[in-house]
């Protein structure tokens, strides 16, 4: 079978804002989500970071590389500060080569971020706040 490109989505939370805290958290959320696909360093064409603007102790980017990513280009950013928006969040996008069709993709949220798989990735506080 062909490899694809294809990209998975995933988030987690913290219960505080330390440099610990993120780095365990970011640590479990990419391992899982390269466990439940399927997926090695090799297999993975870039990561995407976004973080929301109560976390201030830590890149989330640097433990993807402490991971043994330090070859796959990261990124970070911050998230949109929306009013009902979910607090220490940290949420992610992985582009892999992969052999698994797109239904088969594993999309990883840990945590309280367990809610956003539900809405699609949005905070149910978000969509309200813009009705």
């Given at each position: 079978m062909t490899p694809h490109v294809r990209a998975i989505r995933g988030?987690?939370?913290?219960?505080?804002?330390?440099?610990?805290?993120?780095?365990?958290?970011?640590?479990?959320?990419?391992?899982?989500?390269?466990?439940?696909n399927a997926l090695d360093a090799e297999g993975i064409i870039s990561i995407f970071f976004t973080a929301t603007p109560d976390i201030r102790s830590a890149f989330p980017a640097t433990s993807a590389r402490l991971m043994g990513l330090d070859g796959v280009p990261v990124m970070g950013a911050q998230e949109l500060d929306v009013e009902g928006g979910m607090d220490l969040c940290v949420r992610v996008m992985l582009h892999v080569e992969t052999e698994l069709p797109r239904?088969?993709?594993?999309?990883?949220?840990?945590?309280?971020?367990?809610?956003?798989?539900?809405?699609?990735?949005?905070?149910?506080?978000?969509?309200?706040a813009r009705s």
């Open positions: 988030a987690t939370t913290l219960e505080t804002d330390s440099a610990e805290e993120i780095d365990s958290r970011v640590r479990e959320l990419v391992g899982a989500i390269l466990e439940r239904e088969r993709i594993e999309h990883v949220y840990l945590h309280r971020a367990a809610s956003l798989q539900a809405t699609g990735g949005r905070s149910a506080g978000a969509d309200a």
